[in-house]
């Protein structure tokens, strides 16, 4: 066999995409993907900021000829939503209120539409689950944990009692075991 230790804190190998390492889409390259990461997720720059940054750096960029990776806070988040992540499309359908209409005084709201987007849960998260990136990185399995006083540890989702539950309750739905 030829092995060799792998160095400790080494970064897994990246995961190449079905379009090759290079491509970014839908940004030009890694330069906009690294700065959507920067003002999107690590940092969650207001929207005026970003445009203050953006300006800045157009005003730097004049001189060149050039423009920033993005005119604003508006381009920079039309190419968020255009980030293709594991292909699960956006869905949205319309809700109005229906109930009872009270005789005192009746809301504006309960007259309006309301448009509302969402991904399909359960393809989401199969795609998690199939993403190597999340790989040994969460319990899929529900679990209890005692100390040695038996007092009960709880410290994610998986380990709680909610969980626990409904697993018995799968089980034994499964299993046509009558469980009361």
Known sequence: MNSHDIPLNTPPPA????????????????VEFELTDFLFCRNQMSASNINLLLNIWAATLTLHNNDPPFHNHTDLYNIIDSTPIGDVPWE??????????PNSERSPWMDEEFEVWFCNPREL???????????????????????????????????GDWVWKQAVCIYFTLAGITHK
């Open 15 to 30: 995961c190449d995409s079905d379009c090759g390492p290079h491509d970014w889409t839908p940004y030009n390259g890694c």
């Open 92 to 101: 949205s359908f319309i809700v109005k209120y229906d109930g009872d209409i």
């Open 125 to 159: 998260i199969h795609n998690m689950l199939t993403n190597p990136d999340f790989d040994s990185e969460f319990d899929c399995s529900p679990f209890h944990e005692y100390d040695t006083d038996n007092n009960h540890h709880f410290h994610n989702f998986m380990s």
